[in-house]
DNA sequence: TAGGCCATCTGGTCCT
DNA sequence: AGGACCAGATGGCCTA
C-alpha cells in the first residue's frame, strides 16, 4: 500500500499503454512549464526598464548582482528584481504618505480622493510590501 | 573547460 | 481516477 496509486495503476498497463500513459504526462508537463515561462516572460517585460535603464545599467553590478547588463535577465535574476523592486515601490509610497501627510495635516490643505486613498492605506496589498514576500 | 542556465523526463505527492 | 504541482536527474548550449 506504500506505492502510489498512480504508479500501480501504471504497471497494470500493457507496454504500450504505459508509453501511451508517460508521453501525455510528459506533454502536459512540457505545457505547464512553457506556461510558466510565458509569465516568466510577461514578468520580464515588466521589469526590463528596471534593469537597463540607463543610470542603472552602469551600476548594475553593485545594485543588481547576478544581472549582466545587455542580457536576458535570468529566472532566478527575474524573480528576484521583481522583488527588490515591489519592495522599493511599497517604501516609496510609505514615503509619499508621509510627505503627504505633513502637507495636507500642516496647512490644513483640503484632501482630494487620491490624498484620502493614500493617507488611508486604501490599497493594503502596497501598504504592506511584507503580505506579498516569499 | 568549468560553471550557469535551461528544457525535458520522471516518479512521487497533493488536490479536485 | 486524473490532472496539477514539485523536485531530482540528465544532457545541451553558452560564456568567461
Redesign the pocket.
Known amino acids: 500500500s506504500g506505492?502510489?496509486?498512480?504508479?500501480k495503476?501504471q504497471r497494470e498497463l500493457s507496454p504500450e499503454e504505459q508509453q501511451e500513459l508517460?508521453r501525455?504526462?510528459?506533454?502536459?508537463?512540457?505545457k505547464?512549464?512553457?506556461d510558466l515561462?510565458i509569465a516568466m516572460d510577461a514578468l520580464r517585460e515588466v521589469m526590463v526598464p528596471y534593469v537597463s535603464s540607463p543610470s542603472s545599467a552602469s551600476s548594475s553590478q553593485s545594485q543588481n548582482p547576478?544581472v549582466?547588463p545587455g542580457r536576458?535577465?535570468?529566472?532566478?535574476?527575474t524573480l528576484i528584481l521583481a522583488r527588490n523592486y515591489i519592495l522599493l515601490l511599497g517604501s516609496s509610497l510609505q514615503e509619499m504618505r508621509r510627505l503627504l501627510g505633513e502637507l495636507t495635516m500642516g496647512m490644513g490643505i483640503n484632501t482630494g480622493p487620491v490624498s484620502r486613498l493614500l493617507l488611508t492605506g486604501g490599497w493594503p496589498l502596497i501598504s504592506s510590501p511584507s503580505h506579498i514576500l516569499l
Do not use: F, T
Request: positive net charge.
Open positions: 506505492q502510489p496509486r498512480s504508479a495503476a508517460r501525455k504526462i510528459n506533454s502536459r508537463e512540457r505547464r512549464m512553457q515561462n547576478g549582466a536576458r535577465l535570468s529566472k532566478i535574476s
